[in-house]
C-alpha cells in the first residue's frame, strides 16, 4: 500500500541545505533497553546502502524519499519534522506504528 508523505516546511529547508543530491530515508533501528528492546524510526540524509528490494522510493517536492519496507504507519501518513534543540537540529517521524 502506497504511504502519503509530508514533509514540513522548516524540514524541507533543512535537506535542501544539508543534502545536495536532496535525499533521504526512514528505517527502523532496534535500541536496546535493560530487560527488552524496542524498535524506533530513524531519518538519514542519504540513500541506504544495500537498498535493492528492501525499500520503496517516494518523493515529494524536489525530494528523493526511501523508506524501509517494514516501516508501518498508523494511518497510511508518515510526517517528516524537524526538532531543534539549542543549536542541534535533527530530521524526525512521526506515524510509524512501533512494536514494543
Avoid: Q
Avoid at 545536495?20 to 527488552?36: L, M, N, Q, T
Wanted: a positive charge; hydrophobic letters at 40%.
Amino acid at each position: 500500500m502506497k504511504l502519503k508523505i509530508i514533509i514540513t516546511d522548516d524540514a524541507l529547508k533543512y535537506i535542501r541545505e544539508k543534502s545536495h543530491e536532496k535525499i533521504i530515508s526512514i528505517k527502523k533501528v532496534i535500541i536496546p533497553g535493560g530487560w527488552c528492546t524496542s524498535e524506533g524510526p530513524v531519518v538519514s540524509l542519504n540513500a541506504p546502502k544495500g537498498r535493492g528490494g528492501f525499500y520503496d522510493e517516494y518523493e515529494y517536492e524536489d525530494v528523493k524519499i526511501y523508506v524501509a519496507k517494514d516501516i508501518e504507519s498508523h494511518n497510511n501518513t508518515l510526517t517528516v519534522g524537524l526538532v531543534k534543540f539549542l543549536f542541534f537540529k535533527n530530521l524526525r517521524v512521526d506515524g510509524v506504528r512501533i512494536m514494543l
